[in-house]
């Protein structure tokens, strides 16, 4: 089969490689309908995250249609089933599951050992992300082999387009516990740093969870007019101060909850925090440039919230630890728990409350994936989200 | 700032990348113009042109300007345009005093130091030109991708039945009281 597959820092390549096969009982292999690039798969892109190795499949946003079922599937589902496929992979019956604390299952990551090294406990395995979420091959490919299947899935209805569905896997449920997550309130304004996709979900879930006041932070213009176009007030943060703009929209006094739809790889030349970040990363005296968790702490309410969906990998450097104490934050984080969510998000789909496919700028084939891997990085062609169809 | 321009794939966003470049080579002539003014002594009689002190202090003094022009106007290119008419006025001195000349070979070396110069500066102001002083319409028209179907009004606090949320909000003890 074909599949876009990681060969090092800026090199991703369509390949031929054998096409996936029942390993497990618990095994299924779908036939790929379609897939979306990511923006943590930027992180692998530009190798600022550790642990891919050459040859890797890319890829935790998928769907498709059932075609090979393992002996232990036990009817949960058959040839033919259309499913997305979340980008963590659960057993279900771990305790952590059982709690609907997904993204740490207990069993699913095959390198748990080294996760636990890393992060002191482990994580759930994760689709083409790194092997210290168990090196499973992802789904930017044709065929997808899916581990635990009878739990890792999500039934769609045929009522509902690929596109429609296609981002339960990670960007819709990202960005609404994100938003969940930060407890709005009817009075509250919500700052949202970053509004690419996980950032464009997080204001339509502020908004559907019924926020006053949402504003989105970034300095690319079509994505600040997406933002506006969901109901968010902008800054541009290469025209204005963010700290004095939402000191101003917020009489003084801050925003109640923050959410980080950055991550570990914030602009790197537009503050002098963050170039002094760049330069420690370059000497290996920093893994992560966490310029918007210093910004959020900073003009974020007393007792408000800072909501981090954004990918972190490793060490930041003056976390302001001193204003999160002194104001009393609450800081909740967290690769999704996206099976938590998932049954109530494909209702409101169907209810006509969201239609994420509203995000989606590209449609390539499979063979274009490379390149839109670029044009994506660079913010290039008003790109926002990108989905492939193999 | 100037922005990037019609035959830039990222029209309409801010080109940082040129503005940073033109911003170092005003920091770089000001640097440059100061040590001509302070050591313009040392400097002619390096390049065997002494007796022409004066003429190095008053080029020193036109590279100041230069440069605090770049690094303070709103829009560097005139300035920069200003460095490469410099540039050729640098390069066309050299060359008059090339000519029975007791130093040539730190005359050449300036030379070749004042053309890479040049060549950067002409990159700059190239770029510069093509780009645009106010942002242009950016690709892609997305004023109408809402993402809601029913309309904002509709789904505007529709999900305040969230489902799911069980211990991942703040605790009843720990929510605020009523103001």
């Known amino acids: 089969m074909r599949a876009l597959v990681w060969h090092g820092a800026q090199d991703i390549r369509c390949d031929t490689v054998p096409d996936p096969e029942i390993e497990q009982d618990r095994d299924v292999i779908i036939k790929v309908s379609a897939c979306a690039i990511c923006g943590s798969d930027l992180h692998l892109y530009d190798h600022v995250m550790p642990g891919m190795e050459k040859g890797d499949i890319m890829g935790h946003e998928s769907m498709g249609e059932v075609v090979e079922v393992g002996k232990g599937i036990n009817g949960a589902l058959k040839k033919g089933d259309r499913i997305v496929v979340p980008f963590t992979i659960i057993c279900g019956e771990c305790d952590q599951c059982r709690r609907g604390f997904f993204s740490v299952c207990e069993r699913s990551n095959r390198n748990k050992q080294v996760a636990a090294k890393a992060f002191g406990h482990t994580t759930a395995g994760l689709f083409g992300y790194t092997h210290l979420t168990g090196g499973y091959a992802g789904g930017q490919a044709e065929y997808l082999r899916v581990p635990y299947a009878d739990a890792t899935h999500i039934k769609v209805p045929d009522s509902l387009t690929d596109e429609q569905v296609l981002f339960l896997s990670d960007i819709f449920p990202t960005g609404w516990q994100a938003a969940v997550q930060c407890d709005i309130q009817p009075t509250d304004t919500v700052a949202i740093w970053g509004a690419g996709p996980v950032g464009q979900m997080a204001i339509r879930s502020a908004i559907l969870l019924g926020a006053k006041h949402v504003v989105c932070i970034d300095n690319v213009p079509e994505r600040l007019e997406m933002a506006r176009a969901g109901g968010a007030s902008t800054i541009n943060f290469s025209d204005e101060s963010v700290i004095e703009r939402l000191n101003q929209m917020t009489a003084g006094k801050g925003p109640e909850k923050c959410i980080d739809s950055v991550g570990m790889e914030a602009h790197a030349t537009a503050t002098i925090d963050s170039m002094v970040d760049r330069a420690k990363q370059a000497v290996m005296l920093e893994s992560d440039r966490p310029h918007v968790l210093r910004e959020m702490a900073y003009v974020c309410r007393g007792a408000g919230v800072l909501s981090i969906p954004g990918v972190y990998g490793g060490l930041v450097d003056k976390f302001p630890m001193g204003m999160i104490m002194n104001k009393g934050l609450t800081i909740r984080t967290g690769q999704t728990h996206v099976n938590r969510w998932t049954d109530d998000l494909v209702r409101r789909i169907e209810a006509g409350e969201i239609d994420p496919s509203f995000v989606i700028t590209h449609r390539v084939g499979l063979e274009d994936g490379p390149e839109m891997y670029k044009t994506f990085r660079d913010k290039k062609d008003g790109c926002i989200k990108v989905v492939i169809k193999p | ?179």
């Not at chain 2, 300036?110 to 890479?116: L, N, Q, S, T």
């Not at chain 2, 509709?154 to 720990?174: W, Y």
Request: net charge positive.
């Open chain 2, 1 to 179: 700032m100037r922005y990037e321009g019609p035959r830039s794939p990222r029209r309409g966003h801010p080109d940082t990348a040129t503005d940073a470049l033109a911003r170092g080579l005003g920091w770089f002539s000001i640097g440059l113009g100061l040590a001509e003014i302070l050591a313009g002594g040392a400097i002619a009689r390096a390049l065997g042109m002494r007796g022409q002190e004066g003429l190095v202090r008053a080029y020193g003094v036109r590279e100041v300007a230069t440069g605090v022009g770049i690094v303070t106007a709103e829009d560097p290119t005139p300035w920069i345009w200003g460095r490469i008419a410099g540039d050729a006025l640098d390069l066309v001195t050299l060359a008059a005093a090339y000519e029975g000349n007791s130093r040539k070979d730190n005359l050449l070396i300036a030379a070749a130091a004042v053309a890479g110069v040049t060549a950067l500066d002409a990159i700059c102001a190239d770029r510069l030109t093509r780009s645009t002083a106010v942002p242009m319409p950016h690709i892609g028209n997305y004023r109408t991708r809402t993402g809601y179907p029913r309309g904002i009004r509709e789904s505007r606090g529709a999900a305040t039945d969230v489902e799911g949320s069980e211990g991942m909000l703040t605790p009843a003890l720990l929510k605020p009281w009523a103001a």
